[in-house]
């Protein structure tokens, strides 16, 4: 698909989304006008996330649960306790068999999950992705997350900017088959390449973050001089701050995602910049678009695609910043 295309078309979706969301929330619940009154105990909605014990899907998890209760609808949330398709299906197939009204997943494979979230749709259940998406479009209604490839652009800029652009810049990611990670590497890379005097000495890929323990030193070792690392999530990120500083390395790091740990680093130079995006807000959305699915008022077919912001230590008081990571700006 066209990535202008569906960044144009998604621009269009979540405008519309928020107008919905404003306008719920603007509405008294205790009243009998309330957007959601009328579908209270007939919509009941399953969000199933990775890996649950991840800030990010917590975050989420808190938005889709508020906005669930502005609209007066069931939620049903599970999550896998490993980013691992084995762990993961199971969890898809005990969801499946109580038969909620919608599914909203986050696949943790692109491929390893296309036959479970395939038997949702068989079965009658209408399914949205959210935050990850999968190989074969057709087994889903729509895709809700981040503009991933807009992010990696945005942490290439980071990188560049944060050693003048001039030095050597390396990348820990993860193997092909995450969708999110799979465009924010693409994004990363090609952008990158703009810059002249900026060397790309490679990626690193893991099959988790629990493996950056055992990834990141010998990758620093082999590329003695290198002045900037991008990691592509916050989980690796932390692991990442923790290496470098007991290894009294100067190289600066860039981090997707945010968290406590990830903030406190972020204000004690530890971390040079965090390409964030607003978990909450997803979660709200795509409870939001399921809830207008089985209402019957049709909302927009076009994926939805939200953006990134670059926080640094200087810009946290920025409103875009905040919204992002306000909740761990204390």
């Known amino acids: 698909m066209n990535k202008k295309h569906l960044r144009g078309a998604s621009l269009l979706g979540i405008a519309a989304l928020v107008a919905g969301l404003a306008g719920c929330s603007g509405s008294d619940t205790g009243s009998g006008d309330d957007s959601g009154g009328d579908a209270k105990g007939e919509f009941r909605i399953a969000l199933v996330t990775g890996l649950v014990s991840q800030p990010f899907y917590v975050d989420m998890q808190r938005g889709a649960e508020a906005e669930a209760k502005k609209l007066g609808v069931e939620l049903q949330y599970e999550g896998a306790s490993q980013w691992d398709p084995s762990v993961q299906i199971p969890v898809f197939d005990s969801v499946r068999a109580t038969k909620p009204d919608f599914l909203l997943a986050v696949p943790v494979n692109d491929e390893a999950l296309l036959g479970p979230l395939q038997q949702f749709t068989d079965e009658g259940i209408p399914v949205a992705t959210v935050d990850t998406d999968l190989a074969d479009k057709s087994g889903r209604l729509v895709n809700i997350s981040s503009d991933n490839y807009a992010g990696g652009e945005l942490a290439a800029e980071a990188a560049a900017e944060a050693i003048g652009e001039k030095g050597k810049v390396g990348l820990l990611c993860y193997n092909p088959g995450i969708t999110v990670n799979d465009q924010r590497r693409e994004g990363f890379e090609k ?140």
């Open 191 to 330: 952008k990158l390449a703009e810059y002249p005097d900026v060397e790309y000495v490679g990626n690193q890929l893991m099959n988790t973050s629990s493996e950056t323990d055992q990834a990141l030193p010998p990758f620093l070792r082999s590329n003695p001089d290198l002045d900037a690392l991008v990691t592509c999530d916050g989980n690796s990120g932390s692991r990442s701050v923790a290496i470098l500083g007991e290894a009294n390395s100067d190289v600066k790091l860039v981090s997707f995602d945010v968290d406590a740990d990830l903030m406190t680093a972020l204000k004690a130079d530890a971390i040079s910049a965090l390409i964030a995006q607003s978990s909450e807000e997803m979660g709200a959305l795509s409870v939001r678009w399921a809830f207008e699915y089985l209402s019957g008022d049709k909302p927009s077919q076009d994926d939805v695609t939200l953006p990134f912001v670059k926080a640094t230590k200087d810009n946290l008081s920025d409103p875009d910043v905040q919204k992002a990571v306000g909740s761990y700006d204390k």
